[in-house]
């Protein structure tokens, strides 16, 4: 469990939403298959009942130019796959975790990062919306980022986020966190955000063309299927890890303050715990 590989398959499931039929069937048959022997363009299409043409615009609504750069890329790592009894609950959850944390690393963006830090940085006031799970995961963010001298405040109340549109303008952030990509309340407390001049930052695991009429940045998370149940494992944990690599690029970016600010506020926690016993 040691090794991360870029894999193909996140940017796949990315765009899945929005595949016809015929595509939906060649992104389940690349999603679902190993490594074949025969992968050509008029090999696969026989194979799937599709046409050539749908196989190349397959590739171009993955971010490719045309299949054979797409083969390319999903040529160049090997799957690694294990045998998983349904009966041993420990090796699932491990396995999920570790197919989850390859899926992080192969969306990663460290440019897009850098950016997101710069706005969190430069931004007075910093609003997070999020419903359920995701909801949570906000509040945990703005615990963590306090600690570091972060004006940031989460909701999870879809009345206070249409609310707060009075409070913000061009000196604020919204981040919007909805693994769906559907949640209507929190994608359209960002549109109102956008529209009051703030830096509008989605946290997702869909990527559409839509969301960049209203976000800045859009941050994909991986995903996994019927992860939203949470059968597994915890349906935050993919927007945990991105939200842990922004931490640890904003902590880097201003080490020696932050670091001292977040052990200034462990003191003040540990002397209140003190206090109370």
């Given at each position: ?6 894999d ?9 939403g ?8 060649i ?6 298959h190993g490594q074949e022997e025969?992968l050509?363009s ?14 190349s615009r397959?590739?171009k609504?993955c971010g490719?130019?045309g299949y054979r ?10 799957k ?9 609950h420990?090796?699932l ?8 944390l ?10 897009q990062i ?21 909801g949570?995961v ?7 980022f ?11 109340d ?8 009075v ?18 309340v929190?994608?359209d407390?960002l ?7 703030a ?11 839509q ?7 859009v ?5 996994k299927e019927?992860?939203?149940g ?7 944990f ?8 922004l931490?640890s ?8 303050r ?5 052990e ?14």
């Open positions: 469990m040691n090794q991360y590989e870029k193909i398959v996140p940017l796949i499931e990315a765009v899945y929005k595949l016809t039929p015929s595509e939906k069937s992104a389940d048959f690349f999603i679902h025969d050509s008029k090999s696969v299409s026989q194979r799937l009942f599709v046409s050539e043409a749908t196989l397959f590739a609504k490719f130019k750069e797409f083969l390319f890329r999903y040529k160049q790592t090997e690694m796959t294990d045998d998983v009894s349904a009966s041993d420990i090796k959850v491990l396995n999920t975790y570790q197919e989850l390859n899926k992080s690393y192969s969306l990663l963006d460290e440019e850098g950016r997101i830090v710069q706005i969190l940085s430069e931004k007075k006031r910093i609003y997070v919306y999020g419903k359920g799970s995701s949570t906000g509040m945990e963010m703005k615990m963590r306090m600690r570091i001298g972060v004006n940031i405040e989460a909701t999870m879809e009345h206070i986020m249409k609310m707060n549109s409070l913000l303008n061009e000196e604020c952030a919204v981040i919007g966190i909805s693994v769906s990509g559907k949640t209507k929190v994608l407390s549109k109102i955000a956008k529209k009051c001049g830096a509008v930052i989605l946290m997702t695991s869909r990527k559409e063309k969301f960049a009429e209203f976000c800045d940045e941050m994909l998370a991986a995903v019927n992860l939203e949470g059968k597994a494992i915890s349906p935050q993919p927007i945990l890890v991105m939200v842990d690599m931490y690029r904003m902590i880097r970016s201003d080490h020696v932050r670091e001292t600010l977040h200034y506020t462990l003191e003040v926690l540990n002397e209140k715990s003190a206090g109370k016993e």
